[in-house]
């Protein structure tokens, strides 16, 4: 595992667009899993302007969120795919076609998540994934207790993630109570990990995702499975890891 321990959020993102350029200038058709939330924000910012000034060219990049809201029309503003239009994809010029976010409207969404999962395998597997963490150490929308082993599947969301998401609706009642998510096992099959994380609200979380054991009941701590993970952490959301880990 890598651990980058960083300043503030600007390197965050910089750090971390670094590391996926790197990954995406000799492949022909790189393959992007995206997260949404506050924490990727400054990363997206940072790929636009590498995009802009330096040439960082999209236009045959997949991408591949990992969840979406129950319930969401892409059209409306708390939609993830919203966000990503907004944060990201509007702003490049990658092909919007090219860019799969899981379908929260789908009727039969068993089978929608079985064809996302398809897609992605199509596409040959996703070589880079950007994953945030929740403060009950979720990932994607897999929140504790979920199988180390799920693929891409509904589930409902827990009281501390709505409160934790409230923050960007007007009402708390207006959150979602269900998601569709990449499982934790879609996640582990990415040839690649990239987990941002900062704030003091994430101290527990990223403490128990690096250095605690491999459990369900966090489950950022399965990516200690993974071959090729690097954490890039704020000071301020490392202040609970006790091991030397390369500071910066
Ligand atoms: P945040 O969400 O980036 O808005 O803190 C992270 C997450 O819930 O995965």
């Known amino acids: 595992m890598r651990v980058i321990i960083v300043k ?21 058709h790189f393959v992007l899993g995206l997260a949404t939330g506050t924490t990727p924000i400054p990363l997206y910012k940072e790929l636009i302007r590498m ?6 060219d999209f236009s045959t990049t997949i991408t591949f969120n990992l969840d979406e809201y129950v319930g969401l029309e892409g059209t409306h503003e708390q939609s993830y795919r919203f966000f990503m239009n907004r944060e990201l994809f509007n702003h490049l010029n990658i092909n919007q076609k090219a860019t799969h976010v899981p379908d929260g409207m789908a009727d039969d969404v068993e089978m929608s ?37 799920s693929r ?47 704030g003091a609200n994430k101290v527990k979380a990223v403490a ?24 890039v952490i704020t000071e301020d959301a490392a202040t609970g890891l006790k091991l030397d880990w390369n500071r910066g």
């Open 8 to 28: 503030d959020k600007a390197e965050m993102g910089e750090m971390a667009a670094e590391i996926i350029a790197e990954g995406m200038r000799p492949k022909e």
């Open 51 to 56: 995009h802009k000034e330096e040439g960082l």
């Open 113 to 149: 998540c079985a064809e996302y999962e398809s897609m992605i395998a199509d596409c040959g597997g996703v070589d880079c994934q950007v994953l945030g963490i929740g403060s009950n150490g979720h990932i994607g929308f897999n929140e504790p207790g979920t199988s180390l082993g």
């Open 152 to 198: 891409t599947h509904k589930t409902a969301l827990t009281e501390s993630t709505i409160r934790d998401n409230s923050r960007l609706f007007e009402k708390v009642e207006d959150v979602p109570t269900e998601a569709v998510t990449m499982g934790i096992g879609t996640i582990l099959d990415a040839e690649s990990i990239l987990l941002l994380a900062t």
């Open 208 to 231: 128990d995702a690096i250095e605690g054991p491999v459990t369900a009941t966090c489950p950022a701590s399965a990516l200690q499975l993974h071959p090729n993970v690097t954490f």
